[in-house]
């Protein structure tokens, strides 16, 4: 959405604390305490595990326990899980250590507990500086938005990213991208989220393709997450559109990987949109010095895939026949966008999606 001093908006900071730069976990105890916790929960997925151990050192007498089955799209029988677990060791706060899978655990428990979050994120998915929360129970996905999801603080530890292989960095960074381009035409819009998207897009843009070269460049890995940072901070302000609405249906109902349906959908849902945003397309442009802003970004997404993930849906396990129930399923569950979902349009999309083709603008 175009916003000029003319149009009125609404703008609300969002309430988290950021701490960023390089070596700062080390300071996660005194975070903690500063939030008032003495008993912290910790949570994680099993690939962190050796962190997670780290991070529970540096607590110290802090540490209460630890939940180290944190899960992609939050199942809430994990959840439950978990807040046995806080419950058993009496955790006054949580401590959070991955990508979106523990962000959302960290979330759902606070959401059932009030309990203060502190998010130290290792991808680039965005997800921690949002009140926003994806749950799935019994297959299905669904998302909330409340204050008491939101993280206290977010500790930006570059060193933590280092290891990121390169496919998972290319897909992470593209989910992150899909935040900021979706602000930028989302119906609540304002200059000031306009402004953090559009150079959220440029830092992060600019900086995925040199991680293929050496993902453990510390520059790179600096732009890539400030951009990050940025294009979460977006998430965290306005209301998404159908790109989110997709990727949440798709992913949750067909268990697919999150970053990546994230980055295979992004350009071909900003295609469909883009005869309904052409001020947002000449943002885009310049942003990305590219003509066709969909097919910059179909194009990262091929680079940052190659020899990591099949560039398709129906490479990362989307079945065939799945495509109508998805339709469905978006259909079922409207969402403002700038260009109104029909069902041969939505189809079509999915099938270029789903076969890896290039984004359309056509149907």
């Known amino acids: 959405m175009q916003h000029s001093t003319a149009h009125p908006f609404i703008y609300t900071a969002v309430p988290t604390r950021v701490i960023f730069g390089a070596g700062t976990r080390t300071g996660v105890a005194d975070e903690a305490a500063r939030l008032g916790m003495s008993r912290v929960l910790l949570v994680h997925g099993p690939a962190h595990q050796a962190e997670a151990d780290r991070l529970a050192a540096r607590l110290g007498h802090l540490f209460a326990g630890a939940y180290p089955r944190a899960a992609m799209h939050t199942p809430t029988s994990v959840t439950d899980e978990a807040l046995a677990l806080a419950r058993e060791c009496r955790a006054d706060g949580i401590v959070a250590i991955g990508g979106g899978s523990a962000t959302g655990l960290s979330k759902a428990i606070a959401l059932r507990t009030d309990l203060p979050q502190i998010v130290l994120p290792t991808t680039y998915a965005g997800s921690e500086m949002s009140n926003i929360l994806g749950e799935t129970r019994n297959g299905l996905k669904t998302t909330l938005r409340d204050a008491a999801v939101q993280p206290e603080t977010v500790i930006y530890d570059v060193e933590l990213t280092l290891d990121l292989p390169a496919g998972m960095s290319g897909a992470s960074g593209m989910n992150a991208l899909a935040h900021a381009v979706e602000a930028l035409y989302a119906r609540d819009g304002n200059p000031i989220v306009s402004l953090i998207a559009e150079e959220g897009i440029r830092a992060l843009y600019r900086a ?9 460049a510390l520059k790179s890995r600096a732009d890539a997450l400030y951009g990050a940072w940025l294009c979460g901070l977006c998430l965290g302000s306005v ?14 109902t067909f268990d697919l990987p999150h970053a990546e349906t994230h980055a295979i959908l992004l350009p071909h849902v900003l295609a469909y949109n ?5 001020p947002v397309w000449s943002r885009l442009r310049k942003a990305l010095r590219a003509d066709d802003p969909a097919l910059a970004f179909h194009r990262l997404g091929l680079a940052t895939s190659d020899g990591h993930y099949r560039y398709s849906l129906e490479g990362i396990g989307m079945p065939a026949d799945g ?15 700038p260009r109104a979902p029909k069902r041969a349009p939505l189809r079509a999309l999915l099938r270029r999606a789903f076969g890896g083709k290039p984004p359309s603008s056509a149907d």
């Not at 209301?239 to 949750?252: E, K, S």
């Not at 883009?274 to 052409?278: E, K, N, Y």
């Not at 109508?324 to 966008?337: G, S, T």
Request: net charge positive.
């Open 274 to 278: 883009a005869p309904a945003i052409a």
């Open 323 to 337: 495509i109508d129930h998805a339709v469905d399923l978006a259909l079922a569950q409207p969402c403002w966008n």
């Open 239 to 252: 209301a998404m559109a159908l790109h989110h609405r997709l990727c949440h249906v798709i992913g949750g």
């Open 208 to 216: 995925l393709p040199r991680l293929g070269n050496d993902k453990r």
